[in-house]
């Protein structure tokens, strides 16, 4: 396999050899990513199912990933995925292997591949408390531009209906709805940090037609035919019902909408057996989204940051 990629200024230490992932590798690697989480903060939410859609996404994994062995081992694994103009990069070295150099070679490495296509930013992220993947960070010149919250709800019970403001009603998505709910989703997070709207055929492609996609935990709030806000949800990720957008118009917003969007998407997963529903949050998101998922019940189960790097062209 061609790796043109794998050749950075560092050289990786004896006895280490790298390659690309193959699919048949999630379980392995899943290991790997539940050991270096374990030794950060004490428990892991990953899983190979998850891993396998992650890889789905990246397209070309003989030159987007890395996964580095010893001894028939998995001592570390990386990748990158082009969003926009800026390469989103993500690693992990088993801690039975901190201290080699792995990480500063999956470092160089996800650089030089970011050159490679001529993008201008690397950003990558690490858990709050990992206070030696900072110090890597810091030694490539990275800075720190963001914090994220993973935020969960425990459904004890059956989730009070939502109070539905007057004049809205709350749907569940409909295939024909797909072009205004593609616009509405990227109207609402037009303003986020880091957010790249997809083209319509490509969402379509890449979301709506996902084999793992359920279109049932999709909704929509209308007002009359214009679409207010929309949630778009997962069955189960990282072990939860999992929220994946919560958009609600800038029009709409300060009326109870995305609180009436949550309740009604908290119920929807309680009835089918989901005891458990998370989303990802920007911690300074500039709607205040922190304190809507605060007031419907969710707490912060644990904190990311998110570290950037301008690549001279």
């Not at 569940?172 to 083209?199: C, G, L």
């Not at 929509?220 to 994946?244: K, L």
């Amino acid at each position: 396999m061609d790796l043109p990629t794998r050749s950075t200024a560092l050289s990786l230490p004896d006895g280490y050899t790298v390659r690309a992932v193959r699919s048949d590798d999630a379980e392995r690697v899943n290991e790997l990513i539940v050991a270096a989480d374990v030794a950060v903060q004490g428990w892991s939410e990953s899983d190979p199912d998850e891993l396998g859609r992650w890889w789905r996404m990246l397209d070309d994994l003989g030159r987007n990933t890395w996964l580095i062995e010893h001894d028939g081992t998995i001592a570390a694994y990386g990748d990158v995925l082009p969003h926009g103009d800026v390469m989103e990069s993500d690693g992990f070295v088993h801690p039975d292997h901190i201290g080699r150099g792995l990480g500063s070679w999956l470092r160089g490495a996800m650089e030089s591949r970011a050159r490679e296509l001529r993008l201008p930013r690397v950003h990558t992220f690490c858990l709050a408390p990992d206070a030696r993947a900072q110090q890597l960070f810091a030694a490539f010149g990275m800075r720190e531009v963001r914090r994220y919250y993973r935020m969960v709800i425990d459904l004890d019970d059956v989730p009070a209906p939502p109070d539905v403001p007057g004049g809205i009603r709350i749907a569940t998505f409909r295939r024909e709805d797909a072009a205004a709910f593609h616009h509405a989703i990227n109207e609402a997070f037009a303003d986020e940090w880091n957010f790249v709207p997809k083209p319509f055929d490509e969402w379509v492609e890449r979301r709506l037609n996902d084999p793992d996609t359920d279109t049932g935990l999709w909704f929509v709030a209308w007002d009359g035919d214009e679409i207010a806000g929309a949630s778009r949800c997962d069955p189960s990720r990282f072990g939860m019902g999992w929220i994946g957008a919560l958009a609600v118009r800038e029009r709409w917003r300060r009326r109870g909408v995305g609180l009436a969007l949550l309740r009604h998407t908290f119920r929807v997963f309680f009835g089918r057996g989901q005891r458990r529903v998370g989303l990802g949050v920007d911690a300074t998101n500039p709607t205040g989204a922190t304190r809507l998922y605060e007031r419907a019940g969710m707490r912060v189960a644990y904190e990311s940051i998110s570290f950037a790097k301008e690549l001279p062209q």
